[in-house]
Nanobody
Framework: VQLQASGGGLVPTGGSLRLSCAAG???????MGWFRQAPGKEREFVAT????????DYADSVKGRFTISRDRVKNTVYLQMNSLKPEDTAVYYC?????????????????WGQGTQVTVSS
């Protein structure tokens, strides 16, 4: 099952974007995560959510600005990004874990989307 990420774009500093990840029914009971990778840098954790949305976690760099959520009926995971900064510029990837819980580590994730570009202009 492919994960389809969308919603990226070009926004000014302070702007907002909402990313979506169509995950498919087979991922409805799995933890989901968002990661990002900037040019020349390693992929880094952004946010994660467990299978029913009751537990979330964020990277310190995005706490208070980003919100992860999921709609289990639509099998879609969202990342609402507010107060965007130039350092948020990256390709954002959604991923599905093999477990019901979320994780900040890459290891548990077995399915990855194709990525969506987010560019924040200064």
């Amino acid at each position: 099952v492919q994960l389809q990420a969308s919603g990226g774009g070009l926004v000014p500093t302070g702007g907002s974007l909402r990313l979506s990840c169509a995950a498919g029914r087979t991922s409805s009971n799995n933890g989901m995560g968002w990661f990002r990778q900037a040019p020349g840098k390693e992929r880094e954790f952004v946010a994660t959510i467990n299978w029913n949305g009751g537990n979330t976690d964020y990277a310190d760099s995005v706490k208070g600005r980003f919100t992860i959520s999921r709609d289990r009926v639509k099998n879609t995971v969202y990342l609402q990004m507010n107060s965007l900064k130039p350092e948020d510029t990256a390709v954002y990837y959604c991923a599905a874990s093999r477990y019901a819980s979320g994780s900040s580590q890459v290891g548990p994730y077995v399915k990855w989307g194709q990525g969506t570009q987010v560019t924040v202009s200064s």
